[in-house]
């Protein structure tokens, strides 16, 4: 987190920018006063009767309630310090109470409520305890990284449900121990969800955004007031500093200078507006964050100079406007490659580049290496491999490499073949009949060749279908489909044929030949000491490992390292000249979605590489995407130039998009 960024000629902390990245709220916020006795039953007889009611009117699924009494709904808080607890009482109004009583009760099979709280809120970083309740179902998520977050078990709350007519009644006890203190500030929101009879689902809530139960994004603010305490009323706008098109940042940040535990955001209207109570104090408003992404396009949001303001109960103030310049930040591509030019003498360029974006995109980690005259000229790491713990990444970090596993299998395979130890002709039941797809005869045809050109027909994945089954969505060999499945089928093929463990055939066929050592494919002792956090949107995701390998995803490596397979296939070794022929033909044409924009020069899949017909010739590669992992490499095989880049985020596409246009291909001509 140590790591200093150089940004038109201003310094800035990477850890300041990654936190304001993190820890933007939704903008909703309410207020607890202290409560009397409350006896948790399901009965609210004995909360206030003129307590402040809101309004849970936030539909985040796709299908929407009819109306007010097929869904509608609000809650009451408060707290008590005796108890050190929080308190909600949410009153449901349904027109259908659906109850699964079924062995394989889910969160989408019935009604239920799902509860999130990020307890210690705090600005430096912290994360959200999820528990989902119904009276068939008690499921709980865990920020692992969130001290808090991590020891939350159900004995921390007490929970009753009652139903009145068409009202369900859910009464909710938090004990929050230390972290309830009057004039802090708490995550918090949550989700219901409502099942009806006519097999529709959806989930409302208080404010916006998914994923609450491990997203602090998505969470709202509640405010922890005394007895009886004033607010006063801060309000003001957002501008841009000349008139665009463009949506303005969505919420305002408000941060307390005398308490560090007090920190709200507000919403900012589509005008530009925004308005916000507050206990009496001296405030800092800013932007929650310091760039802001309109499509392809980043802003600076950062001010030179938060805007302060002081507070009188009762009051309201105006706070001047918060202007954004209007002029996107730099994209810092070049009319021409920097790699054809390359030396060290300008390898600072590239680290201007690399931390630049991850500045602008929110990226923690980074591995990178360089390949020019058919050598590695640079290899460098960035960031940090779990923005929690700042802990760098250095030249050991591990990052999934998640499909790129694909072309390493391959060409494995393609060895085999060599030997004819595999017929990538043959279909693969005459190897290994496959249960899982038996009851469809067509799944007979499929061979070698159409696994490694994405031509069997199965769906990427079986998870991704309605019915969780595996199912063929055309003839094998008709049609061009990307499928992990296939990868998975033929692992199990060529551990049949070869009487060999999936691993110890990479061992022997790419590992030890090419010396790609420090590259992993499960879980083992090194593999975990070395392994970069995942992350969704900042957030670090638990670093589980596979206990088998997949050939579809599963590999672990880093850029230095796997240079040593790129330069492998740029100098043909280990297969015959007619085989790296093959493996770059057209086998596959890619298919595009409605509206999806398609390249504008030729592009295929051959051999599980990736093929580009380029201004600079062909270029080979492939890239990888485990959600809170994604990479890519590519290989000019005419220009003998290479790269390859590893993240450790879902949030760094347009890099691994752009890389190759900053090292190679330059600037899109008009």
């Known amino acids: 987190m140590l790591k200093t960024l150089i940004k038109a000629g201003q310094t800035f902390s990477f850890c300041f920018l990654l936190c304001q990245h993190l820890l933007a709220h939704n903008g909703s916020i309410a207020y607890a006063y202290p409560l009397g006795r409350i006896t948790v039953d399901g009965n609210f007889s004995d909360w206030p009767q003129t307590g402040i009611k809101y309004l849970i009117n936030t539909h985040i699924s796709n299908t929407r309630p009819k109306d007010a009494s097929d869904f509608s709904g609000f809650f009451q808080l408060g707290y008590r310090l005796d108890d050190a607890s929080l308190y909600i009482a949410f009153t449901i109004t349904d027109s259908d109470f659906i109850e699964d009583t079924s062995q394989n009760v889910r969160f989408n099979t019935q009604d239920g409520l799902e509860l999130s709280i990020d307890a210690r809120h705090l600005l430096s970083g912290s994360g959200v305890a999820g528990f989902m309740y119904s009276k068939k179902l008690r499921n709980t998520n865990h920020a692992f990284y969130d001290p808090f977050a991590r020891a939350a078990t159900w004995e921390i709350m007490e929970v009753a449900m009652t139903t009145r007519g068409n009202q369900r009644l859910y009464e909710w006890r938090i004990k929050l121990g230390s972290e309830l203190s009057v004039g802090k500030s708490i995550g918090f929101d949550f989700q219901v969800f409502d099942k009806d009879n006519d097999g529709s689902f959806s989930f409302s809530a208080w404010g916006k955004g998914g994923s609450k139960y491990r997203d602090p994004n998505s969470l709202g603010d509640i405010l922890i007031m005394p007895a009886n305490g004033k607010l006063a009323t801060v309000s003001g706008t957002v501008r841009w500093d000349k008139p665009i098109k463009e949506p303005l940042p969505r919420e305002v940040r408000i941060i307390s200078l005398q308490n560090k535990s007090l920190w709200l955001e507000t919403e900012v209207d589509s005008l530009g507006s925004y308005s916000v109570d507050v206990p009496a104090g001296?405030?800092?408003?800013?932007?929650?964050?310091?760039?802001?992404?309109?499509?392809?396009?980043?802003?600076?949001?950062?001010?030179?100079?938060?805007?302060?303001?002081?507070?009188?109960?009762?009051?309201?103030?105006?706070?001047?406007?918060?202007?954004?310049?209007?002029?996107?930040?730099?994209?810092?591509?070049?009319?021409?490659?920097?790699?054809?030019?390359?030396?060290?003498?300008?390898?600072?360029?590239?680290?201007?580049?690399?931390?630049?974006?991850?500045?602008?995109?929110?990226?923690?980690?980074?591995?990178?290496?360089?390949?020019?005259?058919?050598?590695?000229?640079?290899?460098?790491?960035?960031?940090?491999?779990?923005?929690?713990?700042?802990?760098?990444?250095?030249?050991?970090?591990?990052?999934?490499?998640?499909?790129?596993?694909?072309?390493?299998?391959?060409?494995?395979?393609?060895?085999?073949?060599?030997?004819?130890?595999?017929?990538?002709?043959?279909?693969?039941?005459?190897?290994?009949?496959?249960?899982?797809?038996?009851?469809?005869?067509?799944?007979?045809?499929?061979?070698?060749?159409?696994?490694?050109?994405?031509?069997?027909?199965?769906?990427?994945?079986?998870?991704?279908?309605?019915?969780?089954?595996?199912?063929?969505?055309?003839?094998?060999?008709?049609?061009?489909?990307?499928?992990?499945?296939?990868?998975?089928?033929?692992?199990?093929?060529?551990?049949?044929?070869?009487?060999?463990?999936?691993?110890?055939?990479?061992?022997?066929?790419?590992?030890?030949?090419m010396g790609l050592y420090h590259t992993f494919f499960s879980k083992n002792d090194s593999l975990q000491r070395m392994v970069a956090y995942g992350h969704f949107d900042r957030l670090p995701t638990n670093n589980d490992l596979p206990d088998s390998p997949g050939m579809a995803y599963s590999m672990h490596t880093e850029a230095n390292i796997f240079t040593t397979f790129m330069l492998y296939l740029l100098e043909q070794k280990g297969l015959t000249p007619k085989t790296y022929d093959v493996m770059l033909q057209k086998h596959s044409e890619y298919k595009y979605d409605p509206g999806e924009e398609k390249p504008n020069i030729p592009a295929y899949m051959g051999m599980s590489l990736e093929v580009r017909e380029t201004p600079f010739g062909k270029s080979f590669g492939h890239g990888g995407n485990n959600g809170d992992f994604k990479c890519k490499f590519e290989v000019y095989k005419d220009l003998k130039m290479a790269y390859a880049i590893f993240t450790n985020s879902n949030t760094s596409d347009i890099l691994l998009e752009n890389l190759r246009k900053f090292l190679v291909e330059g600037k899109d001509k008009p």
């Open 282 to 513: 001296n405030y800092n408003v800013i932007f929650p964050e310091s760039y802001v992404q309109r499509g392809a396009v980043v802003y600076i949001t950062t001010q030179k100079h938060p805007i302060a303001v002081s507070v009188t109960p009762a009051k309201k103030i105006l706070v001047p406007p918060l202007v954004i310049p209007a002029t996107p930040a730099p994209d810092l591509i070049p009319s021409r490659g920097i790699l054809h030019d390359f030396t060290t003498g300008n390898a600072k360029d590239v680290d201007g580049f690399i931390e630049t974006y991850q500045n602008y995109y929110g990226i923690p980690g980074v591995s990178l290496a360089l390949v020019k005259d058919g050598r590695v000229v640079y290899h460098k790491t960035y960031g940090v491999l779990n923005t929690m713990t700042g802990e760098k990444v250095n030249d050991s970090t591990l990052f999934e490499a998640a499909s790129i596993t694909k072309p390493v299998f391959a060409f494995a395979v393609q060895r085999l073949a060599e030997r004819g130890l595999i017929d990538l002709d043959k279909p693969l039941h005459l190897y290994l009949p496959y249960k899982d797809i038996e009851y469809d005869d067509r799944y007979k045809l499929i061979t070698a060749r159409h696994v490694l050109t994405h031509r069997t027909g199965f769906p990427n994945w079986r998870w991704m279908n309605e019915d969780g089954k595996l199912n063929l969505k055309f003839t094998p060999g008709t049609d061009y489909n990307y499928s992990g499945e296939g990868f998975e089928y033929l692992k199990m093929a060529v551990e049949k044929i070869t009487g060999k463990k999936v691993e110890q055939v990479l061992q022997e066929e790419v590992v030890e030949p």
